[in-house]
């Protein structure tokens, strides 16, 4: 009873420091309270709805909107045992398939239950230091695969270069001994 009472001040206390924060003095009639605001407002909307016939069709509808959104709504209707027996006999077929499902559960609930399976979160911080060990050999990886293609790219370069300066000194030798060989001829 107590612990209602406290509940209870606390309450009014936060009321008056939202009323203050809000500001709802008036200049010359005095202060107003939240909740006086609050019937002032349902009252009014009790008039109109009063005076229309519409609204009041439409105030209806709400409480009834409201009703079927409510959770409980489906446990609180009652299902007959005939739509319950019409559920079964709609599922029989899948019936014996899960609950051989269920038996094949139950016998490797074991297997769930072992120290290996209750060791996994153990082992994640071990699994998170070893991604980040891999994470760091596949940019290893990467710089080194850039580095050799950059070698190689160099190499056939050289060889290209080498192979036409071999050509070239070749052609330089051919013509050399091809001269040669016309001036002892002509001596």
Known sequence: MAAGAAELRRLQWRLEELEQRVGLGGGGCGPRKVADELVKVQVALSNIAG????????????????KYLDPQYIDRMAVPDAMKLQFILAEEQAI????????QVKTLQPILDSTSIQAVPDHAAKLQRLSQIHIQQQEKRHDLTDSVKTLLEDYNKMTLLLSKQFVQWNEILTRLEAAKQVKPVAE
């Open 51 to 66: 005076k229309r016939e519409r609204i009041k069709i439409l105030f209806k509808k709400i409480e009834d909107v409201i």
């Open 96 to 103: 014996p398939a899960r609950a051989a499902l269920l038996e």
